[in-house]
Antibody
Framework: EVQLVESGGGLVQPGGSLRLSCAASGFTFSSYWMSWVRQAPGKGLEWVANIKQDGSEKYYVDSVKGRFTISRDNAKNSLYLQMNSLRAEDTAVYYC??????????WGQGTLVTVSS | QSALTQPPSASGSPGQSVTISCTGTSSDVGGYNYVSWYQQHPGKAPKLMIYEVSKRPSGVPDRFSGSKSGNTASLTVSGLQAEDEADYYCSSYAASLIFGGGTKLTVL
C-alpha cells in the first residue's frame, strides 16, 4: 500500500523558514517523480514543485522560485521542501504527492503551514 | 499558466447524473490527453478518480467517467450517491501541473 506521511508543518513568522519532510513507503520511491502541492484554507489546489527520480531536475511555481527548494533522499525514501522567506500567502496545507500515469496518483494527508505574526 | 475554469457548484438528487466541466486552453486541456479529476472530502486528501481524460484507477466505481471536447473536459457522475458529495478538481499537465478552482458537488 502506497503511503506518504508529511511532517514539519507549524506556525512560523513572516520571513521565517520551515522544512517539510515526507516519508514514503509501499512503492519504489526512486522510480517516481515526486511533487509538493498546497491548498490554502478554503481554497483550491496549487502545484508547488516537483523533482525527478534522481534529483537532477527540479521545477517550481513562479511564486516560490528562489524561496523554496525541493530535494529528496532515495536512500531514506524521503522527500523534502525547504521553505525560506515565508509569507502570509504561503499559509496552506502542504501535500506530498507521487506522480504517476501522467498525473498525481497518490497524496499524503498533508501538513499545515501557518505564516503569521 | 492560469488555473482551469470549473463551475463553483453542481448538484443532483440520488440516482441522477451530474456533469462537471473544466475549461482550459489549447496549451493545456486541448493540447494534451493528460486531464485528471480528483475527489476531495472535507478535511481529507484528494483522491484520483480519472486520469488521461477517461481512464479510471483501480477501485474507482464505473459511475465516474471522463471525456474531453476541444478545450473542455468533463466529469460525469452517474447514479449519484450520498458519498459522492465532495469537492472535485480537474487538472491538466502542460508545462507544469495546473488545477481547476474546484466544484462543490451537493447530493440533494
Amino acid at each position: 500500500e502506497v503511503q506518504l506521511v508529511e511532517s514539519g508543518g507549524g506556525l512560523v513568522q513572516p520571513g521565517g523558514s520551515l522544512r517539510l519532510s515526507c516519508a514514503a513507503s509501499g512503492f519504489t520511491f526512486s522510480s517516481y517523480w515526486m511533487s509538493w502541492v498546497r491548498q490554502a484554507p478554503g481554497k483550491g489546489l496549487e502545484w508547488v514543485a516537483n523533482i525527478k527520480q534522481d534529483g537532477s531536475e527540479k521545477y517550481y511555481v513562479d511564486s516560490v522560485k528562489g524561496r523554496f527548494t525541493i530535494s529528496r533522499d532515495n536512500a531514506k525514501n524521503s522527500l523534502y521542501l525547504q521553505m525560506n522567506s515565508l509569507r502570509a500567502e504561503d499559509t496552506a496545507v502542504y501535500y506530498c504527492a507521487r506522480e504517476g500515469m501522467a498525473t498525481i496518483d497518490y497524496w499524503g494527508q498533508g501538513t499545515l503551514v501557518t505564516v503569521s505574526s | 499558466q492560469s488555473a482551469l475554469t470549473q463551475p463553483p457548484s453542481a448538484s443532483g438528487s440520488p440516482g441522477q447524473s451530474v456533469t462537471i466541466s473544466c475549461t482550459g486552453t489549447s496549451s493545456d486541456v486541448g493540447g494534451y490527453n493528460y486531464v485528471s479529476w480528483y475527489q476531495q472530502h472535507p478535511g481529507k486528501a484528494p483522491k484520483l478518480m480519472i486520469y488521461e481524460v477517461s481512464k479510471r484507477p483501480s477501485g474507482v466505481p464505473d459511475r465516474f467517467s471522463g471525456s474531453k471536447s476541444g478545450n473542455t473536459a468533463s466529469l460525469t457522475v452517474s447514479g449519484l450517491q450520498a458519498e459522492d458529495e465532495a469537492d472535485y478538481y480537474c487538472s491538466s499537465y502542460a508545462a507544469s501541473l495546473i488545477f481547476g478552482g474546484g466544484t462543490k458537488l451537493t447530493v440533494l
